[in-house]
Nanobody, 122 residues
Framework: QVRMMESGGGSVQAGGSLRLSCASS???????MGWFRQLPGKKREGVAY???????IYADSVKGRFSISRDNAKNTVYLQMNSLKPEDTGTYYC?????????????????WGQGTQVTVSS
């Protein structure tokens, strides 16, 4: 059984930083690991993903501010968020998928964490 657990959410002022972590357990081949978010009143959207080989893709809204990384030995994915804006406020979810082709697409990912809240005040 695959389980994913996020940590690192919280409240920060605009311009600040947070680092999210997500530890995964269970015996699968984790090719795609990603972060998604659900902003108030909106559908869940992709933030970034990273492949097993280290290729990264970001949503335009976070390019240059967020950085995704992973530690394969620990089955953990990270999201470093800098220069946070109030519009980044929402619930952040980690996800993973075994497929060989990754995409920043909610429907692609099979395994999800429970979410962690990020609140950015102005």
């Amino acid at each position: 059984q695959v389980r994913m657990m996020e940590s690192g959410g919280g409240s920060v002022q605009a311009g600040g930083s947070l680092r999210l972590s997500c530890a995964s357990s269970g015996y699968i081949h984790r090719n795609c690991m990603g972060w998604f978010r659900q902003l108030p009143g909106k559908k869940r959207e992709g933030v970034a993903y990273i492949t097993n080989g280290g290729t990264t893709i970001y949503a335009d809204s976070v390019k240059g501010r967020f950085s995704i990384s992973r530690d394969n030995a620990k089955n953990t994915v990270y999201l470093q968020m800098n220069s946070l804006k109030p519009e980044d406020t929402g619930t952040y979810y980690c996800a993973e998928e075994t497929q060989t082709r990754c995409a920043l697409n909610v429907g692609l990912f099979s395994y999800w964490g429970q979410g962690t809240q990020v609140t950015v005040s102005s």
